[in-house]
């Protein structure tokens, strides 16, 4: 009967994968690889997760770190070692890409730094490969994380641009959104200033001014070197606990290296992209694992190459409670707000790699029994459910229901116990709360955005989520 009831749920979570396969984000990646070991440490994680993507590029790239080398070899590396383990992974969830398919998608820009190569007769079969996406007859945008410079970009629509139509030009900007782990080259600022109107997430500057210690994504691991941020769970992305829980899990967990600076600097830039019920890509000022930005334009700060010229997506605050029981309001603990859950979710993917269904973890699937929008007015009270919520494991299940107020427009102050909002019966499955009416800025209404988020009992734990937006009317 067990085995029966596996197959069921590997059916069903089949045709729900089947059915949201055209909804997954397409992905074109570029990586300065070889110049540290955090972008194969990222490239590890981001193939775990490749049944969450639609992968179109993964493009060997240079970086101001790593001016006059391109690497692919060593994606093709990682790749094939996935292709090791990619028929495990199947077995625990469905739609992983082999890793045949994925190496016709390996390639390079040119081994020149910047700007030095965007312009006439500067094409690389980097370039010629992220038109072709471009071009392609999908509804969907096209993300491109850069982990190092994002030259092949800048050449690429410096192209279109040159040999098209504004209206042609106009239509492929329109195409994408870019998620640069701050300027690692001079063609990121000048992006930004040719394309106005393409969507760029940043932290903006150079290392050499001191960019990555300001970084949102130094939030991901960086507590004792450019974040130097306090508040965070440190013992969660160590050497240690990275040989545990990653590099000791099979071929693909053999080619994790131990990191110099910090874990994976590069995964914030998808970590948002990842189907768990929180992430919003199009939202970036909602909040997810990969951290949260607000658009606006950038103040000139020294670390700047050049002053920003127009508005994008960039640092802003989150306020958290850290595990010393403090509380921190910065942009690094948008992203390691979430660090329990993404470190554990990664490592039961590592598990797949290597277990059967049977002895891995599987994450919960949090089910609201209501709209996920709602209209109230102030002072009137909601009523919140996730009864039907399921496990594909039969796990005991724990609930945590609480406000994200940054990533609302409804504003009003904090309470006595440091959140702005009390819910009750937060930890189970039903829930309530009252609009405020008292401490609330005028003109006393916008969006609140409550969180659920749903974590099983088994090894590692796992946690899914679901996003209420409530919308106050007067």
Known sequence: MKLK??????????????????????VFVLTDIENEPDDAMSMVRFLTYANHFEIEGLIATTSIHQRSHVAPQSIRRIVEAYGKVRDNLEKHEPGFPTSAHLL?????????????????????????????????????????????????????????????????????VAKLRTYTISDQDDSGPWLRKEFPALFYITSPGFNAGG????????GISGDYFHARCPGADFTLVTNEWLDRNIRKKGPLGAEYPRWDFLMEGDTPSFLGLIANGL???????????????????????????????????????????????????????????????????????????????????????????????????????VDLSAESTTDPDADTLSYSWFYYPEAGTFATANARSGQPLEIRGFD???????????????????TMHIILAVTDQGA???????????????
Do not use: C
């Open 104 to 172: 016709t998608l390996v390639n390079q820009g040119l081994p020149v730094y910047g700007l030095t190569g965007v312009g006439e007769g500067k094409d690389s079969p980097g370039s010629e490969l992220l038109i072709r996406a471009i071009d392609r007859d999908d509804p969907r945008p096209l993300w491109v994380p850069a982990w190092g410079g994002p030259s092949v970009l800048a050449q690429a629509l410096w192209k279109i641009r040159a040999t098209r139509s504004p209206e042609s030009l106009a239509k492929a």
């Open 211 to 218: 960019a990555y210690h300001h970084a949102t994504w130094s």
């Open 279 to 381: 992430n919003a890509p199009e939202h970036p000022d909602w909040g997810g694992w990969g951290g949260r930005y607000e658009l606006y334009t950038p103040r000139p700060q020294k670390w700047h190459l050049y002053p920003e010229t127009r508005p994008l997506w960039s640092d802003a605050d989150d306020e958290v409670l850290g595990v010393d029981g403090r509380w921190y309001d910065t942009n690094h603990a948008t992203i390691w707000r979430w660090r329990e859950a993404y470190q554990n979710d990664f490592a039961a993917r590592m598990d797949w790699t290597v277990k059967a269904y049977k002895d891995a973890n599987h994450p919960p699937v949090p089910k609201l029994a209501h709209a996920a929008e709602l209209t109230v007015k102030r002072g009137a009270r």
């Open 5 to 26: 009831i596996i197959g069921l749920l590997l059916l069903a979570a089949a045709t729900s994968v089947a059915a949201h396969a055209a909804e997954n984000p397409r």
């Open 428 to 446: 189970q499955p039903k829930a309530w709360f009252t609009v405020p009416t008292n401490r609330v800025m005028a003109p006393g209404t916008g």
């Open 460 to 474: 590692p734990r796992l946690t899914r989520y679901q996003r209420v937006i409530v919308t106050v009317v007067p």
